[in-house]
């Protein structure tokens, strides 16, 4: 599936969010997918007895509670069903009996059925509509209609159902028989899915949640029994279950082979501290040739996703949650994501940088990409650039990964490299995290796209380095160095955010970088030290809530620091050069300032770049193009990976 899309209202939708759709060839064994449901179906989701109980002491306070949890409980009794096979209604005569890919469940009734739907149908009239009373009375009739006809009990439901074989070993076996079927019943189509619009984002999730339910049922429920299977006749059609895809068939396969592979088990290992301390660079005295920042330049994301945006997507998996909430836990109120490749972002920036700086692709000595959301490897994202912009031959150019610490790192490495070349260096930090979310709600909520490019240049002699001060640092307990992974198998290879840890490593680095920068002294030898010279700090873009939380116990006060997330997420590498063009895009920078600029992230990274920035070297021009415009990207750009090889080597 897409990562997103525009539907038919120009609203942005995330199909995987509505549409369950596990990748099988993560899973090893059935505890790997064992742990996987428990997580996003049963942890989530209410048993029908559950649903009864929470009747019966008045818990729901609103339709939309009540409505809500039907919901979560159909998606629970589906957990198999929607996520590894597709249900398909067959003639018993047409059902083959010997083979191992084809299943039809043994059913066990749902214990209390009439009960349960009963106390449902009495108690919905009776509570409040939570917003429009019309809108969430048409979904309740496609939630009632698949809850209220459901015949089987889904407590016991396991992933490798029985094939024909088992249901025939005991003649009283039960399977759900259907009456009538008619293979023009009503489902609703992907686009009818995806285009569905209410003013209330809760209940377009939960309206598109319906259609979904409903489409696992498509027969006319009613008219479905459960009857043993020596009852069934040639004639009368019962559900089949097949494999959805192959690589649900070859999970199949391994489970039942037993031929799942054994991993090895690690051992955390004791932590040991450095032998001594690492010494900041100091760039006026530790390098010959000094670096001056020519040009900065932006590549926002061309799509808003606001925090409606989200509500409106809400997964199945996902806890409650408002975009009022999601504001609060993280500051952020939208977030950008492009339609373009990330190399096509990246590359938009680096020509605006160019430009800006008035460099020439002849007078390149190095392209440098800092990234941690690369999926093509070869050739890299550097060295497509290099081409990209005409460059016959750099001295290097290659990507470098150093998730958010990626600026500082590149700035280190631009630094250095500008000693050997003494001619322009073009640092890009660039990150697309839009197609590598998922439904996972935590990412979803934080991550945003963009790109920044930077050139880097040799001051003129005499002059002071507008790059002062590095560090970079890694590691950490091993907690901390996997606080954040993608591909993570356990979260269907989706990036994944374990907030504790990142919250622990980023106060952990803060506190040393400020300690550093406490004991550094003011290059222009006016303030007492280096961190009183700080005239704004650039923080990395992670969380606003996190960083203001920790920077106060740190003890800077808030109006020292400048954020640009509320708008455009958590951009990794590429937040704090975004944040500095949109400083003075904004108006926060006027005038030369010395800015601090402290990163950390994934794999337990850090770093900082003491700079002055002078808000003349800002390229401020339309940083947001749509991907339809062709000035920003030639049209040779704009070619898939998989180039025609006559056509590259011709």
Same mark, same amino acid.
């Given at each position: 599936?897409?990562?997103?899309?525009?539907?038919?209202?120009?609203?942005?939708?995330?199909?995987?969010?509505?549409?369950?759709?596990?990748?099988?060839?993560?899973?090893?064994?059935?505890?790997?997918?064992?742990?996987?449901?428990?997580?996003?179906?049963?942890?989530?989701?209410?048993?029908?007895?559950?649903? #009864?109980?929470?009747?019966?002491?008045?818990?729901?306070?609103?339709?939309?509670?009540?409505?809500?949890?039907?919901?979560?409980?159909?998606?629970?009794?589906?957990?198999?069903?929607?996520?590894?096979?597709?249900?398909?209604?067959?003639?018993?005569?047409?059902?083959?009996?010997?083979?191992?890919?084809?299943?039809?469940?043994?059913?066990?009734?749902?214990?209390?059925?009439?009960?349960?739907?009963?106390?449902?149908?009495?108690?919905?009239?009776?509570?409040?509509?939570?917003?429009?009373?019309?809108?969430?009375?048409?979904?309740?009739?496609?939630?009632?209609?698949?809850?209220?006809?459901?015949?089987?009990?889904?407590?016991?439901?396991?992933?490798?159902?029985?094939?024909?074989?088992?249901?025939?070993? @005991?003649?009283?076996?039960?399977?759900?028989?259907?009456?009538?079927?008619?293979? @023009?019943?009503?489902?609703?189509?992907?686009?009818?899915?995806?285009?569905?619009?209410?003013?209330?984002?809760?209940?377009?999730? #939960?309206?598109?949640?319906?259609?979904?339910?409903?489409?696992?049922?498509?027969?006319?429920?009613?008219?479905?029994?459960?009857?043993?299977?020596?009852?069934?006749?040639?004639? @009368?059609?019962?559900?089949?279950?097949?494999?959805?895809?192959?690589?649900?068939?070859?999970?199949?396969?391994?489970?039942?082979?037993?031929?799942?592979?054994?991993?090895?088990?690690?051992?955390?290992?004791?932590?040991?501290?450095?032998?001594?301390?690492?010494?900041?660079?100091?760039?006026?005295?530790?390098?010959?040739?000094?670096?001056?920042?020519?040009?900065?330049?932006?590549?926002?994301?061309?799509?808003?996703?606001?925090?409606?945006?989200?509500?409106?997507?809400?997964?199945?998996?996902?806890?409650?949650?408002?975009?009022?909430?999601?504001?609060?836990?993280?500051?952020?109120?939208?977030?950008?994501?492009?339609?373009?490749?990330?190399?096509?972002?990246?590359?938009?920036?680096?020509?605006?940088?160019?430009?800006?700086?008035?460099?020439?692709?002849?007078?390149?000595?190095?392209?440098?990409?800092?990234?941690?959301?690369?999926?093509?490897?070869?050739?890299?994202?550097?060295?497509?650039?290099?081409?990209?912009?005409?460059?016959?031959?750099?001295?290097?150019?290659?990507?470098?990964?150093?998730?958010?610490?990626?600026?500082?790192?590149?700035?280190?490495?631009?630094?250095?490299?500008?000693?050997?070349?003494?001619?322009?260096?073009?640092?890009?930090?660039?990150?697309?995290?839009?197609?590598?979310?998922?439904?996972?709600?935590?990412?979803?909520?934080?991550?945003?796209?963009?790109? +920044?490019?930077?050139?880097?240049?040799?001051?003129?002699?005499?002059?002071?380095? @507008?790059?002062?001060?590095?560090?970079?640092? +890694?590691?950490?307990?091993?907690?901390?160095?996997?606080?954040?992974?993608?591909?993570?198998?356990?979260?269907?290879?989706?990036?994944?955010?374990?907030?504790?840890?990142?919250?622990?490593?980023?106060?952990?680095?803060?506190?040393?970088?400020?300690?550093?920068?406490?004991?550094?002294?003011?290059?222009?030898?006016?303030?007492?030290?280096?961190?009183?010279?700080?005239? #704004?700090?650039?923080?990395?873009?992670?969380?606003?809530?996190?960083?203001?939380? #920790?920077?106060?116990?740190?003890?800077?006060?808030?109006?020292?620091?400048?954020?640009?997330?509320?708008?455009?997420?958590?951009?990794?590498?590429?937040?704090?050069?975004?944040?500095?063009?949109?400083?003075?895009?904004?108006?926060?920078?006027?005038?030369?300032?010395?800015?601090?600029?402290?990163?950390?992230?994934?794999?337990?990274?850090?770093?900082?770049?003491?700079?002055?920035?002078?808000?003349?070297?800002?390229?401020?021009?339309?940083?947001?193009?749509?991907?339809?415009?062709?000035?920003?990207?030639?049209?040779?750009?704009?070619?898939?990976?998989?180039?025609?090889?006559?056509?590259?080597?011709?």
């Amino acid at each position: 599936m897409r990562a997103f899309e525009l539907n038919k209202h120009g609203k942005i939708i995330f199909p995987t969010n509505c549409f369950p759709d596990l990748d099988f060839s993560a899973f090893e064994s059935l505890q790997q997918l064992d742990a996987v449901i428990q997580r996003d179906f049963d942890a989530k989701a209410p048993t029908g007895t559950d649903i #009864l109980e929470r009747i019966k002491t008045g818990a729901y306070q609103t339709k939309f509670e009540l409505m809500r949890d039907m919901a979560l409980n159909l998606f629970w009794a589906n957990r198999y069903a929607m996520t590894m096979y597709d249900v398909r209604p067959t003639r018993w005569a047409d059902v083959p009996r010997h083979r191992d890919d084809i299943f039809v469940p043994i059913q066990t009734p749902w214990t209390d059925r009439e009960t349960k739907v009963s106390a449902v149908c009495s108690a919905y009239p009776n509570l409040p509509a939570q917003w429009d009373a019309d809108v969430e009375d048409r979904i309740f009739e496609n939630l009632v209609d698949v809850f209220g006809h459901r015949r089987t009990h889904a407590t016991k439901l396991t992933a490798v159902l029985p094939t024909v074989s088992d249901l025939l070993s @005991d003649p009283d076996n039960q399977t759900l028989r259907l009456n009538r079927y008619d293979p @023009d019943f009503r489902r609703y189509s992907y686009d009818e899915i995806v285009d569905c619009d209410e003013d209330v984002p809760e209940l377009e999730a #939960l309206h598109r949640w319906s259609m979904v339910l409903h489409n696992q049922y498509p027969w006319a429920r009613s008219e479905a029994a459960l009857v043993a299977v020596e009852e069934l006749r040639h004639d @009368d059609y019962v559900v089949v279950f097949h494999p959805r895809d192959r690589e649900v068939q070859r999970f199949l396969s391994r489970v039942t082979s037993g031929r799942t592979p054994k991993k090895p088990v690690s051992t955390a290992p004791e932590i040991s501290a450095p032998i001594r301390p690492y010494p900041a660079l100091d760039v006026r005295n530790d390098f010959a040739v000094q670096p001056r920042i020519a040009a900065i330049a932006a590549a926002h994301g061309d799509q808003v996703c606001t925090n409606a945006d989200l509500i409106r997507n809400s997964a199945y998996n996902w806890s409650p949650m408002s975009a009022q909430e999601i504001r609060a836990k993280t500051g952020i109120e939208q977030r950008r994501y492009t339609s373009w490749r990330l190399e096509e972002l990246a590359l938009r920036a680096a020509r605006s940088a160019l430009a800006h700086a008035q460099v020439g692709p002849d007078q390149v000595g190095a392209v440098i990409v800092c990234t941690c959301t690369s999926s093509q490897l070869i050739p890299s994202i550097a060295t497509w650039i290099s081409g990209a912009l005409g460059i016959q031959q750099t001295h290097c150019s290659f990507d470098l990964l150093a998730a958010c610490a990626g600026l500082s790192y590149g700035l280190a490495e631009a630094t250095r490299v500008l000693q050997l070349v003494r001619r322009p260096v073009v640092v890009v930090c660039a990150e697309k995290f839009s197609d590598k979310i998922g439904n996972v709600r935590t990412s979803r909520m934080i991550f945003g796209d963009g790109a +920044a490019a930077i050139v880097i240049d040799v001051a003129p002699q005499g002059a002071p380095p @507008d790059i002062e001060y590095m560090q970079t640092y +890694a590691s950490g307990p091993t907690s901390q160095v996997n606080s954040i992974l993608w591909p993570n198998p356990a979260f269907d290879n989706n990036i994944t955010v374990f907030g504790p840890e990142v919250k622990a490593l980023a106060g952990r680095y803060l506190s040393q970088m400020l300690d550093d920068i406490r004991a550094l002294p003011d290059p222009d030898g006016i303030a007492e030290s280096l961190l009183a010279s700080i005239e #704004l700090i650039v923080p990395h873009q992670a969380n606003k809530t996190m960083v203001v939380d #920790l920077a106060t116990a740190a003890g800077l006060s808030p109006d020292q620091l400048y954020f640009n997330i509320e708008r455009v997420g958590n951009a990794s590498s590429a937040s704090i050069p975004l944040a500095i063009h949109d400083a003075v895009r904004d108006r926060v920078i006027t005038k030369p300032t010395r800015i601090f600029g402290p990163g950390f992230g994934a794999g337990a990274v850090a770093g900082y770049a003491v700079m002055r920035i002078d808000p003349a070297v800002i390229a401020l021009g339309d940083e947001s193009a749509s991907p339809g415009e062709s000035a920003a990207v030639p049209a040779s750009s704009t070619r898939p990976a998989g180039v025609d090889l006559a056509e590259a080597f011709g």
